[in-house]
């Protein structure tokens, strides 16, 4: 079933004429759950692996011995997600209570030290053929594979992501791995993607406004305190201002999963991502997110699933970044084979 963005709340356009010229494109792309295969571009799917190629693994040095088992969590999102559908919603039953605190407890791996290579989870593939936005890879590659490691032990703070992007030409992939290898266990549930399939819907985005000219951001920012103003003078409309689009959440930048077009930056201020190679300013690539739309953004919701429950249509990958969050990675434009980089909003 195909996913239909609904028409913006306002011609932003014909109240910011300038914003013309900044207009772009970018790809939702509607994950649900299915059962993807090799061929297709999914979340959570089969990865188009080469049999006698090393599967992705984390070397840094932090704690992977202790955690919660994949078939645990996802067997645990099955019960939750049976419970809601019973009508009325009354809740677990105490069977499935006692037997979602079994699925909670964290298992240790008899031997596992801070170094043993720990298999990443594959949790993305996109084919250019697919996403209109997703621009070429190295040397033509037309297939994007995204891993991460499941444990939140990485950078400065040791609490950060560790990523892994790869790109390949799908072309050249002989016989594949049959049976790629899993972590053991996981550190937090929010890395473990449930299989989706994708259903790509090009659609027009802004920049962010603090990334658009300063005259013209001045006049979104006057324009978006007039309307609530005017809200909150009407007391017949309490909760008016919080409906009211605004440009960030309904006019400029679609939220969940997406490729290509601007990334949002509305927890922390617009920060420089410029190349570490060769210091070109990067482009956002790829945009992944706990939700598909949220009280804020809820006018993205598609127009064929306005009636379904928000949680059942909203969080449909399981995955949850950071603080419910979203992911943007970014890419060299002037050498797509440079590394990348990414920031958590």
């Known amino acids: 079933m195909t996913r ?35 061929s297709q571009s999914s979340v959570g799917g089969p990865m188009l692996w080469p049999a006698d190629e090393p599967w992705p693994v984390c070397r840094d040095a932090h704690g992977r011995g202790r955690g919660r088992r994949i078939e645990d969590i996802r067997r645990e999102r099955r019960i939750w997600a049976a419970a809601r559908a019973r009508q009325p919603y009354e809740g677990l039953t105490d069977d499935e209570r006692q037997l979602m605190a079994m699925l909670g407890r964290k298992h240790r791996v008899p031997g596992m030290s801070d170094t043993n290579p720990l298999p990443m989870l594959g949790v993305a593939q996109f084919y250019r053929r697919d996403l209109p936005d997703l621009p070429a890879g190295p040397d033509g590659c037309d297939l994007l594979q995204l891993f991460w490691c499941p444990f939140d032990a990485h950078g400065p703070s040791r609490y950060g992501m560790l990523l892994h992007l790869r790109w390949r030409n799908s072309a050249d992939v002989g016989e594949v791995l049959a049976e ?12 473990v993607p449930e299989p989706c399939v994708l259903h790509p819907e090009q659609v027009v985005t802004y920049p962010f406004a603090g990334l658009l000219p300063e ?3 001045a006049r979104i920012d006057a324009w978006e305190d007039a309307l609530e103003e005017a809200a909150e003078e009407d007391d017949e409309n309490e909760a008016g201002a919080a409906e009211l689009p605004g440009y960030q959440y309904d006019l400029s930048i679609p939220p969940g999963w997406r490729v290509g077009g601007f990334a949002s930056w509305h927890l922390t201020d617009p920060s420089p991502m410029d190349c570490r190679a060769c210091a070109t300013p990067m482009h956002l690539l790829v945009t992944v997110d706990t939700s598909e739309w949220d009280g804020g953004s809820k006018s993205w919701a598609p127009v064929e699933e306005r009636g379904l429950p928000p949680r059942q249509a909203a969080e449909p990958t399981g995955v949850v970044v950071g603080n419910h969050g979203e992911l943007n990675v970014f890419a060299c434009p002037a050498d797509p084979g440079h590394p990348h980089r990414w920031s958590i909003q």
């Open 4 to 38: 239909t963005t609904p028409p913006r709340p306002l011609d932003v356009e014909a109240l910011f004429p300038e914003l013309a010229g900044h207009r772009g494109t970018t790809t939702r792309l509607h994950p649900r759950p299915g059962a993807p295969d090799l």
């Open 180 to 191: 790629p290898p899993q972590p053991p266990v996981v550190g937090y549930q929010g890395y």
């Open 215 to 217: 005259e013209l951001c």
